[in-house]
């Protein structure tokens, strides 16, 4: 299995952050028995994020995308993926409800710009996050740049 893990963000490119989740994210497959086989860092730029996002697709059978889940202008993994794919963004009111709920077990009240975390490209799955507020799964074939409709 050919894995790639795509890490985004300005500050990972310049290096104001030092990458450790790549690291962690890798050595956590190695101990399963998978291999990464690449690893792309991309600012946050649109144009350039989708390219990465084509390009993986075309050579991995597996993409891990770190960065770009949350909820400001800069967080585009979302909307990037679903471009990458074909499909719309569609509000996901389960992940939606539970965000909410997870800000209110704190105390706090749930900014509108979170509403934007609850987006997910059309047939994503989500992926459980008891910690935080990024959640979602999505299967992409790259023979054929479909979602999650392609049984390939």
């Known amino acids: 299995m050919h894995i790639e893990i795509i890490c985004t963000g300005d500050e990972v490119l310049t290096g104001k952050i030092v990458n450790t989740n790549f690291s962690y994210m890798s050595q956590k497959l190695e101990d399963v028995g998978l291999s990464v086989k690449w690893e792309t860092t991309v600012g946050d730029d649109r144009e350039d994020l989708l390219q990465a996002f084509q390009r993986a697709g075309e050579r991995a059978d597996a993409v891990i995308v770190n960065g770009g889940l949350g909820p400001t202008v800069d967080d585009l993994s979302q909307e990037v993926a679903a471009q990458a ?28 710009n979170n509403t934007k975390q609850a987006m997910l490209p059309e047939g994503a799955e989500l ?15 790259p023979a054929c740049c479909a979602s999650v409709a392609c049984q390939r």
């Open 85 to 112: 794919a074909g499909v719309q963004l569609v509000l996901n009111a389960e992940w939606l409800e539970r965000m909410q709920e997870f800000f209110s077990r704190r105390g706090r009240t749930m900014s509108a």
């Open 127 to 141: 992926i459980d996050n008891p910690v935080g507020t990024a959640c979602w799964n999505m299967k992409f074939c």
